[in-house]
Every structure is written in structure tokens, then in C-alpha cells.
């Protein structure tokens, strides 16, 4: 198919919500058209695509949502699109809709379900990193990152009035899945004691060394980010740790869960959101298809989905050291 045979474009949301998926939403929808495209609106991710939720999507439809966390098309985790039955279906209401292209807003599992539905039915797919974790490699940053860091720094700020009245350690369980984004950079955020996070986990006794170096040397409380993990443990298991190996400390845990995902996107989700979507018509016209669109270094770039999904995106490990300097 050539960019002159693309004449409707579908967009969805898809596996897990983040705050900016509606900017995203809208500044898709309005720049196709704008290029004198048809949109359709697909609801519950994968899922509408193979029951056939599909709905003409004009510009009043994102009208007043660019500030609206969550999203308007709502989404879902489809286990049927994992299976090729599952994907003929959908192939079959993408053609019975007259749908040429995608839009797939979404993090990593998402991603991977273009990838192999646009190779087996040749069909032009473009991908916006949709998610809280930032754990899509080829950009900077996600769209959602933003918020959920801002929404963490508030909640820790009060947790640590709390935690600075009585003598206590407190773990605070941040998402993240494999990454260590959230943790590390909220440790930042919030002048925590540590983070522990799951880039390293195998390398080194995270606990053992923030116990060892000295840690509550000068203070009265103490916090801690975990990032959510098999390979930390989490904050439960590293207070299980705590209670059997350094009984002297009194321990809290606090997880902080779907606050993380909620709440009206930030500035910089806007924007990020905005560009991004914005691109992604751009790709289409290009001729890409099968890329996600990245910003890196303030440029737009398309990243194969090959290499978005299937690389450990790299945490600045520096900012470890920063988060233990600024703590004495
Ligand atoms: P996220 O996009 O936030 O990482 P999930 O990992 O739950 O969320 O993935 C969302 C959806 O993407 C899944 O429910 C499924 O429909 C689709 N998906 C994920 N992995 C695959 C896969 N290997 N093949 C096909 N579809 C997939």
C-alpha cells in the first residue's frame, strides 16, 4: 500500500493506562485531520479491534480531554490478540471498517502485538511510548513518566512528615515493573535515603549496602524507594528482610499502587504527548510504518519496534551515587 491508498487511520490505547494518553489521543486524531484523514476511535485496546468496538472519531471528539488522565478510548489486556485467531479477527474489522493504518498507544506489550500483527498482515503501524515505567528504549522519556514521578514526589513529601515524627524506616513501593526509573529519580525528587532498583539487583546486596554504609547515621527516619520487582524483592520482602536480619529498626511499608496512574497529565506529558502524536501522522505520510516515535535529545526519531521493546533501556547509574551523596 502506498501513502495515497491510506484514507482512514484507527487509533487505540492499549495494556496499561498512563496520564497523557488522551493528549495523545487528541493530537493524533486532529492532525489526521488535518491531512484530510478519517480517524476511528478503537475502545479496549485489542480487544474492540477483535469484538469490533469502532467508532468515527471528528475533532469534538477529543475536545476538552487533553488535560483528563486515564483515556477516553479506554483500554485493556487482551489475551485472545496474542493468538493468531485472535489477530484474523481484528485484521477482518480493520478491513470491514475500511481502517488502512494504526495508531497504537501503549508500553511494551502493546508494542510487541504491532510488531507481529503489522508483520503477518503487512499493515502500516505507528507506536506511541504510552506508559508510566519509561521502560521503552529509542526515547527519553514516556508519555505518563512525567506524571507519575510528580505524583510520587507529592505522596513521599507526606509520608515523610509522618515518617519524620516517629523513628522509623519506611519502604516505599513504587511501579515500574523491571525498571527502575520511578524509584530512582523519584529517590531523587524527594531527597530519599536510597533506591532500590532491579538494573542491578543481581550485581549487588542492595539492602545489606545501604544498612552497611552508614545509613541513619545523623537522622531519625528514613526513606526508602523500591521499585516493584521479582529482583528487589519489593518493599514487603525487603521488610521481611529487615525484621529478620536488622531487628533494631522499625519498619514501615507503604505501596503506594494506582495512585501512581491516575490524575490530570503534567506539562511536560502534555507537550511530550502533543509532539508525539502530532509524529505519528507525520510518519504515516513518510511512509514508515513499524516504528514507535521517540523523542531523543529533543529530536523526533522513529525507533524500530525491534529494538523499542526487546532493549533494556539503560538507567544512569550515576544517579545512584547522587541519591547516596545527598543523604548524609
Ligand atoms: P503494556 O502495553 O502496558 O506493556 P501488556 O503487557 O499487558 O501492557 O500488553 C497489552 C496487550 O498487548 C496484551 O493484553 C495483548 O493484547 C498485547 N500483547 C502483549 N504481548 C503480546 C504478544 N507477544 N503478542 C501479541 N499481543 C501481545
Known amino acids: 500500500m502506498s501513502e495515497s491508498d491510506l484514507k482512514c487511520i484507527g487509533i487505540l490505547t492499549s495494556g496499561g493506562d498512563a496520564p497523557g494518553m488522551n493528549a495523545a489521543i487528541r493530537a493524533v486524531t486532529r492532525t489526521a485531520i488535518y491531512n484530510g484523514f478519517e480517524v476511528k476511535g478503537i475502545l479496549r485496546g485489542y480487544k474492540g479491534l477483535i469484538t469490533g468496538e469502532i467508532i468515527p472519531f471528528k475533532t469534538q471528539n477529543v475536545s476538552n480531554i487533553i488535560q483528563q488522565g486515564g483515556t477516553i478510548l479506554k483500554t485493556a489486556r487482551c489475551p485472545e490478540f496474542m493468538t493468531p485467531e485472535g489477530r484474523r479477527l481484528a485484521y477482518e474489522n480493520m478491513v470491514k471498517e475500511g481502517i488502512n493504518a494504526l495508531v497504537v498507544i501503549g508500553g511494551d506489550g ?78 531523587l525528587a524527594t531527597g530519599a535515603e536510597a533506591a532500590i532498583i532491579p538494573e542491578i539487583a543481581t550485581e549487588v546486596d542492595q539492602l545489606a549496602d545501604l544498612i552497611q554504609n552508614g545509613f541513619r547515621k545523623s537522622k531519625n527516619s528514613s526513606i526508602v524507594l ?9 518493599a514487603m520482602g525487603l521488610a521481611e528482610r529487615v525484621k529478620n536480619e536488622y531487628p533494631q529498626y522499625d519498619v514501615r511499608v507503604t505501596i503506594l499502587g494506582h495512585i501512581q496512574r491516575g490524575g490530570s497529565p503534567s506539562a511536560s506529558d502534555r507537550i511530550l504527548a502533543s509532539r508525539m502524536g502530532e509524529a505519528a501522522i507525520n510518519a504515516l505520510l513518510e511512509g514508515q510504518r513499524n516504528v514507535m516515535i521517540g523523542i531523543d535529545d529533543e529530536e523526533l526519531v522513529y525507533v524500530p519496534f525491534n529494538k523499542a521493546i526487546k532493549n533494556q533501556k539503560p538507567i544512569n547509574r550515576d544517579l545512584l551515587n547522587t541519591v547516596k551523596i545527598l543523604s548524609i
Open 110 to 187: 502493546s508494542l510487541t502485538g504491532a510488531r507481529i500483527f503489522a508483520a503477518e498482515y503487512n499493515l502500516p503501524i505507528i507506536g506511541l511510548p504510552g506508559t508510566i515505567d519509561n521502560d521503552l528504549y529509542g526515547t527519553d522519556t514516556t508519555i505518563g513518566y512525567d506524571t507519575a514521578l510528580n505524583t510520587i514526589m507529592e505522596a513521599v513529601d507526606k509520608i515523610r512528615d509522618t515518617a519524620s515524627s516517629h523513628e522509623r524506616l519506611f519502604f516505599i513501593e513504587v511501579m515500574g515493573r523491571e525498571a527502575g526509573f520511578l524509584a530512582l529519580n523519584g529517590a
Open 226 to 234: 523500591v521499585a516493584e520487582s521479582e529482583l528487589t524483592g519489593g
